[in-house]
């Protein structure tokens, strides 16, 4: 059984950062996607970035410049490095993965081209 835990998650001032790790285990080959997506109460889940097995990265428009994403040689940990949060970044934060090969950013949610794997999530807080 495929696991994600997320971790690095806190609170931090505005302009602060935090580094998200997300370790899988129970799955003996790499993934092909890994991503991080978050979320606030009552809003949407929104796709923050992906990488591939190539190592081809994307980012949402708001934190483009900011926020690295990154994966170690096996690709099953992913990290998230948080530069200068905004307490708009304030949400929980949940990793993803998946084998299939569709692109990996902007994948639909409740479709066979949405991330297989999911963690529960580690909550950030920024305050200003």
């Known amino acids: 059984q495929v696991q994600l835990v997320e971790s690095g998650g806190g609170s931090v001032q505005a302009g602060g950062s935090l580094r998200l790790s997300c370790p899988a285990s129970?799955?003996?080959?790499?993934?092909?996607?890994m991503g991080w997506f978050r979320q606030v109460p009552g809003k949407e889940r929104e796709e923050v970035a992906t990488?591939?097995?190539?190592?081809?990265?994307k980012y949402a428009d708001s934190v483009k410049g900011r926020f690295t994403i990154s994966q170690d040689n096996a690709r099953k940990t992913s990290y998230l490095q948080m530069n200068n949060l905004k307490v708009e970044d304030t949400a929980m934060y949940y990793c993803?993965?998946?084998?299939?090969?569709?692109?990996?950013?902007?994948?639909?949610?409740?479709?066979?081209?949405?991330?297989?794997?999911w963690g529960q999530g580690t909550q950030v807080t920024v305050s200003s």
């Open positions: 990488i591939d097995n190539d190592g081809s990265t």
């Open positions: 993803a993965a998946d084998t299939t090969t569709w692109p990996c950013f902007q994948r639909v949610p409740g479709t066979k081209t949405e991330f297989t794997y």
């Open positions: 129970g799955y003996t080959h790499s993934f092909y996607c």
